[in-house]
Structure formats: structure tokens, C-alpha cells
């Protein structure tokens, strides 16, 4: 395996160069940039989940004219990120690096963004800061917790209004992502609760399948859950016979009799911009966040487990998320009886990008 | 509180039950191999590998126990190129393990990718538990019948290695291999077919993984169970009735973490899910120090050498 990793390498190596030298001496101004684009993901690429929902928006690129599309699937979150990195950028001559994983930002990213001045780094988490981090690095991130809301309007009206969820890690996006599907489902129904279970790791099956078996024991009638390859999950429920809920990726297919609907990322419109920016020798922005009203959301189509009433207040939430429809409004109490929101906030609000706490309804501890 | 409290221990039974099996075959096939007087740190690989054959035959045959078979299959196939390569001269086994433990997982990357996606058939619980009339302690005693297969396995396991003359073969090959070539025994021969035999058997364990619990394949199936399960075989002082305890040990602890958080005891979970690794480590301090301890390792390991 290696030996062929190392003769693409060098074959991708001698074309580069091959094509630096065929540019030079001419100088002949160029209307457009070509995008050599590098993406690293943190597991297989085929996950049905966080890694595909990626790896199938970048697929759409590779027919576009003056894009390649370098990837590296299963970089764990540790220094060999950065040797992949930098080995796309040296070797492939990637000029903008699409990092995928929470943790490859900091130190990785934002290293090598000094290093590299000329190239473009975009990473998928709301972390870049304008005031300390390099200006050819930046972030781009769906609000996710939109679909989540979405989901929970569903489930709370798909069943008895009692959800478990499966989250990875208590990151704000995921604690996001809960509290948004609670409060969706508290929008139809005041009684509903989640009950979230950390499993502390991004991939682990057997502790999510146990996570799993564990929220329908106590009680849980629809499962949703935020760990990266969802999969397991959702066969897990489906298997003990309670509906559930997807993320990140379509799961349909995998829970035939009590799939609601699900949370998906529309990575491409992100991804389509950036190139084209580059194409055109523009900047790309810093910061793009997104949801329902600028087209970087999808809900996944509805399956057998949701009842008519919750399709159609789903749809009407989709709605009004897209007219910008605030989640976090009003008074609300974490689940310690701290208020952490006392008004209207904005759906991009920075506030809620450092949420640390859960609302008051959800039974779960972030540590 | 005290309803709580039945239902940890009824999600800890159901753990020990659902997780423990892997565990089982994996150490088991690591006894006979260690008892043969090698080791095969490689095992790994074989439950991964076990698991995609598994998954892919279910699939492609749409029999779930064709693909637990040809998991086996799979496994002797990488037992039987450890133990033939160990059997060349200046070969350490340790080494050829690591090295196995790779090419095992790669293989099953490799080949498994276009399995990833598709739904293979499972297989079937047998429902232990619908007399007691309580819907958690019911699906705790849902149990597979693989796991009854261990725990057969490992009591016959225990009785050959003192009752028959093939049992006290292998244990006089791991023991002393002077011994045993001065019996006209062939130490190679002996350990090439305990290290093929004990590669079956991971095999299987990895046909559990991917066709019952978790039950479905992908990369990060195993995350190191096969590492794990070795190390019970030191834990359980190669003796294949405390590796079934030693299995379920872990596999009740590994429930505990989400079992409290669904009880309403979230705080501290990170501690809580690296309870069986806690476990593991007390255990192997309080046991491994002993005189009496010294004298269950078999003779010929090349750790012990």
C-alpha cells in the first residue's frame, strides 16, 4: 500500500511540476485559477454519516471544469493531519485545504496556515477567531441544530414526545444540536423531553449501540443522535422497535418501519462557492455560516414513522426557519435552573456558538 | 433509587451478554495459541477481517451463518501465514503479530469499502428472557446463540487441555520444547495448527461483531477489542473458564458508562466508560504479582523467555 501511495505521489509530483514549467516561461495571464482542492476526513469516506455527507458534495465538484479534488480519508485528529496537509499542499499544489474534523483546527490548521500564507484554509467548525488566527484560514459551518429542530418538531409528534439521543462529545455544536431538537419538540408538545446519553468518542459502534439499548430501556420512543457514522444507531432502534430520527446523512434506507425524518448537511453550496472564489481570484469568505435560508440544510425525506400532523408542522418549521424564525427565544433555563437565555437570539448569534450548557428538559451532564 | 438501581444491573447483565462474546472467542483462540507455546498478537486483525468476510458472505449469500463460517475460514487463513511464518528460522512472533494485526485490518479495509452500505441478514436472538414479563431484563436475555458456543467451547477447552492426549500435546509444546521433540513431537506442526485453530476462532468473534452486536460492518467496528481480548488471556492466567468470566467482566463494565447516564448519573462519564480498561488494569495488578500467577504462563512464551 505504501508503495503505491508513493508512486502517485511522485507521478502527481512530476505532472505538477510539469504544468508549473509549461506555465512559467510564457506568462501568459491566465483568465482563471485552477482549484487543486484538498480535503481530509477523519474516517472512511462511506460512513453514512459526517464523512460522506462530505466526501458526496465533493464528489459533485470532480465534473466541474479547472477543479481537482486530492482527498485522505482516516487522518486521525493528531500530527498526521498536518503531514497530510502539507503533502497535498507541497505535492499536489492543493491551494485550498478543506480540514473536516473539530480537531484538526487547532494547533494543525492554524500552524500551517503561517507556514503557508498563499494558500486557502477553510475548516468545518465555527472556530476561526479574526483577531488571532492567520487571514488565509477560516471557517464554514451549517447550523445543523436548524434540522435538529426540525427533527425534534417531528419526533415530538410522531410519538409520545420522550426522545433519547446519542451525542458524541460535549462540544457547543452538540449541545446545540440537543437543546434544538428539545425545543423543537417542547413547540408542539410543552411536555416532551430528550434524554441525551455521551458516549465520549466520535466513532465508537459498541458503546453506541449500548448508549442505544440503555435510552430504550428508560423509556425513549423515538432515538436521534449526533455521533459521526450514525448508522449503528439507527439499526440498533429500529431493531428494538422505536422510531428514530437521522443526522448527518440520509439513514433511511436503514430504518424502514420508524424512520421520522433526518438532519443532512448541504455541504456543496459551501464547496461550489469557495472554488468559484478562488476561479476568480477572490478571497473567500472567512466565515460562512448557513441553515434552511441560504440553501447549506436539507431534511431527509419523511419515512414510514412519521404521522401526517408531523409532516406538515415540520414543513411549516422548515418555513419559518427559512424567513429566520429565532430558536432560543424567550426566557430559558439550563438544567441546573441558570437562565441562559433571557431574549431573542438570532440563529447565527454568537452567543449560542459557546453554548456550554443544556436546557432545562433535557436529562444529561456535559461532563 | 432502588429501581435505578435494577435497572443498571439488569443493562450490566444484558452488557455482559451482548458485549462479551467477541471477547470470548478472541481470547480463547489467544489460549490455545499461547498454550501452544506462541503468541499471536495479530488476533486483531482477525476479528476485523472476520467481521467484513462475515458480513460480505451474509450478504452476498443471505445466510448469516455461511458468512460466521466463512469468518472462520478467514481466520484460519491469517493464523495458518502466522504460524507458517513463524516457524522460519530467527522469525519473532511478537513482531509477525503486529505485522498481521496490519495486514488483517488493511485487508478487510481494502475489500470491505463496497460493504459498508448495504443491509446483510443477522443473526437471530434467542429470547431467554419473555417468561419474566419485564421488557428490559426480556431484551437483556436476548441471547445469541454464539454465546452459548463460547462458554461450551471454553468448558471442552478446559477439559482437553487435562483429559486428552492431544490437549496435553499442546501443553507440553508451550511448556518445554525440548520435551516434546524428545517425544518425537513436531513443536512447528503443533503450533501452526493451534495458531490456525486459534485464528478460527477469532474469525468468529468478528463474524459476531458484524452480524449480531453491533451488527453491521464498518472501520471502526472492532476499535481495538481484538487488542483487548489478549490481553484478558493474560488476566484470565490462560485458563478458557476464567476467559469467559474475564469476557463477561468487561463486557459488563463496558455497560456501565451508558447505563448510568440513561439512570440519570451523567456526571463523570469519561470515568465511568474507561471503567472496563480501570477494571482490566486493577485486576492485572493484583493477579500478575503472585508466585502461584507465575506458574499458569506457559514455559515457551517468548515474553516469558
Redesign the interface.
Known sequence: MTLTAISRRRLLKVGAAGLAASALPFGIARAQTNVVLGIVYVGPKDDFGWNQAHAVSVESLKALPGITVVEEENVPETDAVAKSMESMINLDGANLILATSFGYYNPFVVELAKKYPDVTFRHAAPLWNKDKDPANAGSYFPYLNQAHYVNGVAAGLSSGGKIGFVAAKPIPSVLSNINSALLGARSVNPNATVQVIFTGEWSLPVREAEATNALVDAGCEVITCHVDSPKVVIETAEGRGVKTAGHNASQAPLAPKGFITGAEYKWETIYKSYADDIAAGKTPPNFLVGGYNNDMLRTTPYGAGATPEAIAAADAAIAALVAGAPIYKGTLKDNAGNVVVDKDYDNYDPYLDGMTWLLEGVQGSIT | MDNALV?VL??ML??AI??STPFMFVALGETLTEKSGRINLGLEGNLVLGAMVAYAVSYLSGNAWLGVLAAGGSGIFLGALHGYICKLPRVNDIAVGIAMMSFGT?LA?FFG?PF??P?APRLDAIPLGDWTGN??LA?ALQVNPLFFVGIALAVFMFWAFRNTRWGLIVRMTGDSAASAKAMGVSVDLVRFLATAAGGFLAGIGGAF?SLY????W????S?G?GLMAVALVIFARWDPIKCIFAALLFGAA??L???L????I?????FF?AAPYILTLIIMIISAGSKAAARDVPGELSITK
Not at chain 2, 452486536?213 to 453491521?216: E, L, R
Not at chain 2, 464498518?218 to 467496528?221: A, S, V, Y
Not at chain 2, 451523567?266 to 469519561?270: D, F
Open positions: 435497572t439488569i443493562a444484558g452488557g451482548r458485549v488493511g479495509f469499502k459498508i452500505q443491509t421488557p428490559a431484551q461483531l452486536y453491533p451488527g453491521s464498518n472501520q471502526g467496528l476499535s477489542q463496558g455497560a458508562g451508558p447505563s447516564q440513561s439512570i440519570g451523567s456526571q463523570g462519564y469519561y466508560n
